[in-house]
């Protein structure tokens, strides 16, 4: 059985930075697209990041340049590094994985999905 496993939440003051960790048990993603999402209370989940087999990235607008998408694959864990952190940023915040190679900002397009981390982010 796949699992998705967030970790690395929690409150922090604007300004501020957060590590999140997601960690894969049960297949190896080291040749698939992985992704995070986040949503915010009363709010559709949106795009983070993704990241594809190649290395390649692509950021929602208004994280570019804050947030950072990376692996570890000896590990089978991905990581978002949140820099710079904002109020606006608030939200739970969602690993994902694919069965293909490449990334994707739709969430349709991956298989698999975390429980979910909150981050908070206080003015």
């Known amino acids: 059985q796949v699992q998705l496993v967030e970790s690395g939440g929690g409150l922090v003051q604007a300004g501020g930075s957060l590590k999140l960790s997601c960690a894969a048990s049960?297949?190896?993603?080291?040749?698939?697209?992985m992704g995070w999402f986040r949503q915010a209370p009363g709010k559709e989940r949106e795009f983070v990041a993704s990241?594809?087999?190649?290395?390649?990235?692509i950021y929602l607008e208004s994280v570019k340049g804050r947030f950072t998408i990376s692996r570890d694959n000896a590990k089978n864990t991905v990581y978002l590094q949140m820099n710079s952190l904002k109020p606006e940023d608030t939200a739970v915040y969602y690993c994902?994985?694919?069965?293909?190679?490449?990334?994707?900002?739709?969430?349709?397009?991956?298989?698999?999905w975390g429980q979910g981390t909150q981050v908070t982010v206080s003015p």
């Open positions: 049960g297949r190896t993603f080291s040749n698939n697209g």
């Open positions: 990241l594809s087999w190649s290395g390649a990235t």
């Open positions: 994902a994985g694919r069965r293909g190679g490449v990334f994707s900002t739709s969430s349709n397009a991956y298989d698999y």
